[in-house]
């Protein structure tokens, strides 16, 4: 037997990303991106292991298909060691989940790449949308010198996997190289 959810509405401030409840909002901070580092062994002090990286607020629905969840993110600007602030980044374990990204505020770049090791970067600005297939890991990263925000919805029964990341990273990151973003591969 299915349930459904009931129509509901939240106010979203797509300036500063964030929305009313029932969004839950999620605190990334520095400690907790330790393990998706390229320079894992980076020496960070306790209270900068504190900063917060990036924040979102999601919308989440009963996991069956047909549903969809959406949310807001919200990357700071900044480096760690010579890395962009970026997201953990996922695959999905439903391989037929998809999503999409709409940049509101701020410039980035989104890292993808397949489980047969294809990548592709697609930049974003205010405006662009991105849609991410079925298959792909993404990672979004905050290329600019203020909050990168941007409005995501995708499958409710979609899944994240987070421990593939985690354990083979991603083929290419973006470094700061000579005072700009350099998408770099990863050896």
């Known amino acids: 037997m299915s349930m459904l959810t009931e129509p509901y509405g939240v106010l979203t401030n797509l300036e500063i990303g964030s929305m009313t409840s029932p969004a839950k909002k999620t605190v990334v901070r520095l400690r907790d991106l330790r393990p998706f580092l390229r320079q894992r062994d980076l020496i960070v002090k306790n209270a900068e292991a504190d900063r917060i990286i990036y924040w979102y607020y999601e919308c989440s629905q009963l996991t069956e298909s047909g549903?969809?969840?959406?949310?807001?993110?919200?990357?700071?600007?900044?480096?760690i060691g010579e890395e962009y602030h970026f997201t953990r980044g996922h695959y999905h374990t439903n391989p037929n989940a998809g999503e999409v990204y709409l940049t509101t505020k701020g410039e980035g770049i989104l890292l993808t790449q397949s489980t047969d090791g294809k990548t592709k970067e697609i930049n974003l600005r205010p405006g662009s949308t991105a849609y991410i297939s079925p298959g792909w890991a993404h990672r979004a990263v905050n290329t600019g010198d203020e909050d990168f925000v941007y409005f995501y919805s995708y499958p409710a029964n979609a899944g994240h996997d987070y421990s593939l990341v985690e354990k083979d990273g991603f083929k290419k990151v973006v470094v700061r190289r000579k005072g700009m973003p350099t998408v770099i591969a990863v050896k």
Do not use: D, E, M
């Open 67 to 79: 549903q969809l969840n959406f949310g807001i993110t919200t990357i700071t600007p900044g480096i």
